[in-house]
């Protein structure tokens, strides 16, 4: 979905935002994972004080109502969506709904949990620099963990009639998600970058040297984790999807950077 007049530059955000945060309920898939997240984790919401950050349209703060919580923070940015939500948690009088940004909401006591989707496609190139950033210390979050996984193949694999390996080479440096289908799970091979709570972001060298030769496709997905649970992961939800990039050379690396909106990827061969 996109945008396609003028309009004034907060307007154009706010509904481009909303835009972009309505289409991950389409994703069937990570919607069940969450609620089988908090499921698992119910002993951490009955009676206690849990609070959603970039709560959206508020689904997992009307199910962490439903598993009992003593009250829910529901805290979104976008008014938009922000008034969404207040549809979705009616009649729980356990939900107290906040339209600002998550990190200058002080809670006016301790918080037991703290819920968020604040991954981006190549891990922290969305929200999560948010958490860094909290006036508070919730005990727990989840999910708490992601990993930015990547492999390598031969472009012939991925290669159709339109993307030919042509096309291809002329992206050298560039990451383009859904290139290609996902409909394959690609494996993995090795992990650019973790995210974990409390830990925070970890990058890791990337020398392919000596390895993987000859291929001429990498490709990046995610792994989003509660403890060793398995909450999300390209290919298997259409929320996250694969990363690509043609091959050229022996070591990359990935950074993140912000860009006045949001953390940006920045990717380079070395
Ligand atoms: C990927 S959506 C997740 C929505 C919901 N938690 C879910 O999982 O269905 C991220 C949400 O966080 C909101 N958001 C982003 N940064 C925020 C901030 N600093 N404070 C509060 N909300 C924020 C966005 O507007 C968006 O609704």
């Given at each position: 979905?996109?945008?396609?007049?003028?309009?004034?530059?907060?307007?154009?955000?706010?509904?481009?935002?909303?835009?972009?945060?309505?289409?991950?309920?389409?994703?069937?898939?990570?919607?069940?994972?969450?609620?089988?997240?908090?499921?698992?984790?119910?002993?951490?919401?009955?009676?206690?004080?849990?609070?959603?950050?970039?709560?959206?349209?508020?689904?997992?703060?009307?199910?962490?109502?439903?598993?009992?919580?003593?009250?829910?923070?529901?805290?979104?940015?976008?008014?938009?969506?922000?008034?969404?939500?207040?549809?979705?948690?009616?009649?729980?009088?356990?939900?107290?709904?906040?339209?600002?940004?998550?990190?200058?909401?002080?809670?006016?006591?301790?918080?037991?949990?703290?819920?968020?989707?604040?991954?981006?496609?190549?891990?922290?190139?969305?929200?999560?620099?948010?958490?860094?950033?909290?006036?508070?210390?919730?005990?727990?979050?989840?999910?708490?963990?992601?990993?930015?996984?990547?492999?390598?193949?031969?472009?012939?694999?991925?290669?159709?009639?339109?993307?030919?390996?042509?096309?291809?080479?002329?992206?050298?440096?560039?990451?383009?998600?859904?290139?290609f289908e996902d409909e394959e799970r690609y494996?993995?091979?090795?992990?650019?970058?973790?995210?974990?709570?409390?830990?925070?972001?970890?990058?890791?060298?990337?020398?392919?040297?000596?390895?993987?030769?000859?291929?001429?496709?990498?490709?990046?997905?995610?792994?989003?984790?509660?403890?060793?649970?398995?909450?999300?992961?390209?290919g298997?939800?259409?929320?996250?999807?694969y990363?690509?990039?043609?091959?050229?050379?022996?070591?990359?690396?990935?950074?993140?950077?912000?860009?006045?909106?949001?953390?940006?990827?920045?990717?380079?061969?070395?």
């Amino acid at each position: 979905m996109d945008i396609i007049n003028r309009l004034p530059e907060e307007r154009y955000n706010e509904v481009d935002d909303l835009l972009t945060f309505v289409g991950i309920y389409d994703d069937e898939d990570r919607t069940r994972a969450y609620e089988a997240m908090l499921r698992r984790h119910r002993e951490l919401i009955e009676g206690k004080v849990v609070l959603e950050a970039g709560c959206g349209l508020g689904v997992f703060s009307a199910e962490m109502a439903r598993l009992g919580a003593r009250r829910v923070y529901a805290v979104e940015v976008n008014p938009l969506l922000h008034a969404l939500a207040a549809e979705t948690v009616r009649g729980h009088s356990n939900v107290t709904l906040v339209q600002g940004d998550v990190r200058s909401f002080e809670p006016p006591e301790e918080v037991d949990l703290l819920v968020h989707d604040f991954f981006g496609q190549m891990l922290y190139d969305e929200e999560l620099y948010v958490l860094d950033a909290l006036r508070f210390r919730p005990a727990r979050v989840l999910p708490d963990r992601a990993l930015l996984r990547y492999g390598w193949a031969r472009a012939e694999s991925f290669c159709d009639d339109v993307v030919t390996p042509a096309v291809l080479k002329k992206l050298e440096g560039v990451l383009v998600s859904g290139l290609f289908e996902d409909e394959e799970r690609y494996r993995f091979f090795r992990t650019a970058a973790e995210w974990s709570w409390p830990g925070g972001l970890l990058r890791q060298p990337n020398d392919l040297s000596g390895v993987g030769r000859p291929t001429d496709v990498l490709y990046f997905g995610l792994e989003v984790l509660d403890g060793e649970h398995l909450v999300g992961r390209s290919g298997c939800s259409a929320n996250w999807t694969y990363v690509f990039t043609p091959r050229a050379g022996d070591r990359f690396s990935v950074d993140f950077e912000w860009n006045g909106r949001f953390m940006e990827s920045v990717f380079q061969w070395i």
